[in-house]
């Protein structure tokens, strides 16, 4: 029985050393890449406030949905175009990339007008149309792991962009539906050394959406690190309480400050270098 892998490009055997690319100043791949932000653009003050307390902290990058794929069609949608407007527009002002998720074919110049990295939700990790489109931009591509899907089929995901011809791809562990229901999703930690074992491409996880518990998402992210994560995708928000989607998961903008210099410990004994800002103010909502 042969024991080739149906995935090639993304696998170890073809590529030993480990990919690596930089945006925003940041090596992704040796750098621990940091990106935080809310899980969906509500307005400009929204934004704007937490994009300036991401900057003190020396965070690169802001995460946010423009467009919102909701399992209620009477959820909030996000507010599309605008919404991308605005994340970019904040970013600029303090020199952030962006990471926004596209839907649809029909959208990629859309967002690569606006976003520096272009994530790929669970729900389209088998879109295969839209993956091998992503394969001819020059975009880097965020690949979050399906719901139900297993690293084989992730990875045979990743190879429809890489065989596309963008090498830019950072796999992103984001926890699978089980039986539990304890947690949002089953946070498969596993995955990360394991993959890493088996493909070259960076992989970092979020657990945000892995938990959907708030007070879940520290001791998760320090796990991440440890176990050889590339970086993390946290979502945070200035009022949680209040936020459109996603609140009950979202970091306090404290929280995420409290959490760095721990990540920042673990990166440096893992030799990842991470710039995080240890004397950035304090937030308030006061």
């Not at 669970?122 to 297993?150: E, F, V």
């Not at 962009?161 to 090498?167: L, R």
Request: neutral net charge.
């Amino acid at each position: 029985m042969s024991n080739r892998k149906p995935y090639q490009l993304v696998s170890r055997e073809w590529k030993k050393e480990n990919t690596e690319f930089t945006v925003n100043g940041v090596t992704i791949g040796r750098d621990l890449l940091m990106i935080a932000g809310p899980c969906a653009v509500e307005n400009r003050e929204q934004i704007t406030t937490i994009s300036e307390y991401l900057s003190k902290l020396n965070v690169k990058f802001l995460r946010g949905g423009a467009y919102k794929p909701r399992t209620s069609p009477y959820s909030f949608q996000g507010l599309k175009t605008e919404g991308l407007q605005l994340m970019r527009e904040a970013a600029d002002k303090f020199g952030l990339g962006v990471v926004s998720e596209i839907l649809s074919i029909d959208k990629i110049s859309e967002l690569e007008e606006y976003a520096d990295i272009l994530q790929v939700g669970t729900r389209n990790m088998q879109n295969y149309p839209l993956l091998k489109a992503l394969g001819k931009s020059k975009r880097p591509i965020l690949l979050k792991r399906g719901m139900s899907s297993t690293i084989e089929e992730w990875l045979l995901a990743a190879e429809y962009i890489v065989s596309s011809g963008n090498e830019k791809v950072i796999l992103c562990e984001r926890g699978i539906r089980t039986f539990e229901n304890a947690t949002r999703n089953t946070l498969d930690i596993a995955a990360i050394p394991l993959v890493k074992s088996l493909s070259h491409l960076p992989i970092i996880l979020d657990p945000s959406q892995g938990t959907g518990i708030r007070d879940l998402v520290a001791p998760v992210s320090s796990a991440a690190i440890a176990a050889g994560a590339d970086g993390l995708i946290i979502e945070v928000h200035n009022q949680p309480n209040e936020a459109l989607s996603d609140g009950d998961q979202s970091l306090y903008l404290d929280q995420l400050k409290d959490l760095l210099p721990t990540l920042k410990q673990i990166a440096h004994i893992r030799e990842k270098r991470f710039d995080f800002e240890s004397n950035a103010y304090q937030y308030s909502t006061q």
